[in-house]
């Protein structure tokens, strides 16, 4: 199960080094919590990347990872490299778009699920800025720029779709209203949905997965549409 962020708030340097020691999330070579202002959590985390990028000469990212109460708005700021180009960051505040807001909830990190998805969405958007550095693409589909339209961007990609699908967030009606009897309750056990977006990790995952894959496939978003 992922650490929770009322955890992180309440204490950034135990979270830190439960990334350190404990946590199911690659990469994470160096981290440190401090409580910032108006009871923000301020997390200073070194990131290394995959063996393979890390052979091709993708940089180590330094990452200053900011969490406001209640947990949902975050921001994360690249640390180093100042001076390099960036498609999803925003130009005013300077931290990441690492989601689009208008994405269904399957498509995207909600502060319910920890930490852990977090920092690898986090990361994960780092190694796409830098292969988008080096190709001029994106690794992924990403929201295009600007959001005046009355509906949001649609999904353009089947690979997007088949994502949307795979995380859906199903809720058992038992857990909301156990008046509602057994029978949903079965149901859900006999058909279980993993409550979780692809940009993030669950306490359920489909086979194959492991709670620090879950964040290589969110749609990133440019500045007037980002949620972080």
């Known amino acids: 199960m992922a650490y929770p962020v009322t955890a992180v708030l309440r204490d950034p340097a135990a979270a830190a080094d ?42 180590v990212e330094r990452i200053r990872l900011v969490i406001l109460p209640p947990g949902q708005r975050v921001h994360a700021y690249p640390r180093s490299g100042s001076s390099r180009l960036f498609k999803h960051r925003n130009p005013q505040l300077g931290d990441l778009c690492l989601q689009y807001n208008r994405d269904d909830p399957a498509l995207r990190w909600l502060a319910e699920d920890g930490l852990e998805p977090l920092v690898t969405l986090v990361h994960r958007h780092m190694i796409f800025e830098e292969a988008w550095r080096r190709s001029g693409e994106w690794p992924c589909e ?74 290589w496939s969110a749609r990133s978003s440019t500045a007037s549409d980002c949620a972080a």
């Open 142 to 215: 990403d929201a295009p720029h600007g959001d005046n339209r009355q509906a949001p961007h649609r999904i353009a990609t089947i690979a997007m779709r088949k994502e949307l699908a795979r995380w859906s967030r199903t809720y058992c009606l038992a857990d909301i209203n156990p008046l509602v009897g057994p029978a949903c309750a079965i149901a859900c056990s006999s058909h279980p949905s993993p409550r979780a977006p692809r940009c993030c990790s669950a306490t359920s995952a489909p086979a194959g997965s492991t709670p620090s894959s879950r964040g």
């Open 18 to 59: 439960h990334l350190l020691r404990h946590a199911d999330v690659f990469g994470v070579a160096q981290a440190a919590g401090h409580t910032a202002a108006l009871g923000a959590a301020r997390l200073e985390l070194t990131l290394l990347p995959l063996p393979a990028f890390a052979a091709d000469g993708y940089p």
